[in-house]
């Protein structure tokens, strides 16, 4: 099996648009792998759906469990993948659904257009905004609940794109989110060091470049953490301790601060970048207690309380 990570960035870009995405090559993290390690997930059902995106229509999967107590929140989740891979059967987004479904939080995960050369923001970004909207349409089906109760969060280039969107929707864009999670997020064009120079060479600058586009690099919707942080609603930010984004998160966090808006920031102990696409990994599942704490999971329900990791200055 092809190692993309191997492979030079225009390369692995050839690649993923003619063979596309590689299988999984770990043999635990399908669906009923995942319901004989976690029991409690076999009870969420599932509803594969689409939904008319910026190129036609993209993937999604409702989740949701007709025994949990409900908990009157609901969440709209986008998983990472570099803005050039992932999808909805990725532990970062199927598991964590499942999880958060099995604790009364009915979830419509969501897919988008990738960046492989021919595709640059807002393509993407268009795809979780209509995605969005597609939810409070249908609010009450899917989730029981009503729009103004649907939070919307993601992981990784995930949280870049619902970053952006909660942007977008507080500009005039539609109906803003009861709530936005941002799991160790790529909110600037360079993550490891908010502010500085770009450098298109590098791994994380090529990324940037590959997503934005030749002049996008500047676009606060397209890199969030340019922006301004006012106006947008209460926000959970989990970072991870050991990854090389986390000033990213923190420097995004830092700035809603400062301009008057709601946010909680968590630091995830000896976590790395992606942990909660690793079911097996012991710091995965604390950080989906504090997202569904966050959105409304009693403590009880959702695992032991947990402390607040102050930001690095």
Request: aromatic fraction near 6%; charge should be negative.
């Amino acid at each position: 099996m092809t190692d993309l990570r191997s492979l030079p960035f225009e390369a692995m870009l050839a690649y993923l648009r003619e063979h596309g995405e590689p299988a999984d090559p770990r043999d635990d993290v399908d669906t009923a792998s995942l319901r004989r390690r976690f029991p409690h997930l076999s009870r969420v059902k599932l509803r594969d759906l689409t939904v008319e995106g910026a190129r036609g229509p993209q993937p999604a999967r409702l989740y949701r469990d007709p025994t949990a107590r409900p908990t009157g929140s609901a969440f709209v989740w986008v998983h990472g993948g570099a803005f050039v891979g992932g999808h909805l059967d990725m532990p970062e987004s199927h598991w964590v659904a499942l999880e958060l479904a099995a604790l009364g939080i009915p979830v419509l995960a969501l897919d988008y257009t990738k960046c492989l050369g021919d595709a640059h923001f807002p393509l993407p970004s268009d795809d979780v905004l209509a995605g969005w909207r597609f939810a409070l349409d249908n609010a009450r089906e899917f989730f029981g609940t009503a729009p103004d109760a649907v939070a919307l969060g993601g992981a990784s280039a995930g949280g870049n794109l619902v970053a952006g969107v909660a942007a977008r929707l507080r500009d005039g864009a539609g109906p803003a989110p009861s709530g936005l999670v941002l799991v160790y997020p790529a909110l600037h064009p360079n993550g490891a060091a908010p502010g500085e120079p770009v450098d298109s060479a590098a791994p994380m600058g090529r990324i940037s470049v590959n997503f934005a586009g030749p002049a996008g690099l500047g676009d606060p919707y397209a890199f969030p953490g340019l922006g301004t942080g006012s106006g947008l609603p209460p926000t959970l930010v989990v970072v991870c301790e050991l990854d090389d984004l986390r000033p990213s998160g923190e420097a995004f966090a830092g700035r809603v601060r400062a301009d008057g808006g709601t946010v909680e920031l968590y630091v995830e102990p000896a976590a790395g970048h992606g942990h909660i696409d690793e079911p097996a990994d012991p710091t995965a599942r604390p950080t989906i207690e504090t997202i569904a704490r966050w959105l409304g999971v009693p403590r009880d329900s959702a695992g032991a309380p947990r402390t607040v990791t102050p930001a690095r200055p």
